[in-house]
């Protein structure tokens, strides 16, 4: 399946639009020239810009091709529909199963599917998952859930 680019700039815009104007209702940092909206507020004009972006080369394209066509293998709605399943799947059982073990099964299991090679999947899905805790939770201060391990969490 492919999409025009003028399809996917137009919601990243809108996207952006929604993100920018949510950001501008987080609160100040009393004493401080910036606070909470500053990040979202540069990821959502990065992101507008970006969207008006691809539009403007969607645009030029638009009659070379059709905006949507649905050919392709099979296989890619599979795919996409694992995208899917996944993010369902951790937003249901991230809370009692943990971050690390559903971000691993999520992670491995798309590698997996996606590229194969069994040991070299499951080594970066491992490697991925215990970064992006690391980040998050150490660095960000950006509590993740233990689930399961939390009995082994000093």
């Given at each position: 399946?492919?999409?025009?680019d003028?399809i996917i700039?137009a ?11 949510e ?11 910036y606070?909470?909206?500053?990040f ?16 403007a ?5 638009w ?14 709605f599979v ?14 059982v991230?809370?009692?199963l ?7 099964v999520?992670v ?8 194969g ?14 970064a ?6 150490e ?9 399961v ?6």
């Open positions: 399946m492919k999409l025009n003028a700039g919601v990243l815009v809108v996207f952006a639009l929604i993100a920018g104007l950001a501008r209702s987080f609160p100040q940092v009393p004493g401080q020239n606070g909470a909206a500053l979202p507020l540069i990821i959502s004009v990065g992101l507008g810009v970006a969207g008006l972006l691809l539009v080369s969607g645009l030029r394209r009659s070379a091709a059709p905006p949507v066509d649905l050919g392709g293998a099979p296989g890619r795919n996409v529909g694992l995208v899917i399943a996944a993010l369902v799947f951790y937003v249901l991230s809370e009692p943990g971050f690390i073990p559903t971000a691993f999520i491995a299991g798309l590698l997996l599917r996606l590229r090679r069994p040991l070299s999947s499951i080594a970066i899905a491992a490697g991925t998952v215990l992006v805790h690391q980040a998050f939770n660095w960000l201060l950006v509590p993740l859930p233990w689930g391990l939390e009995p082994l969490v000093f």
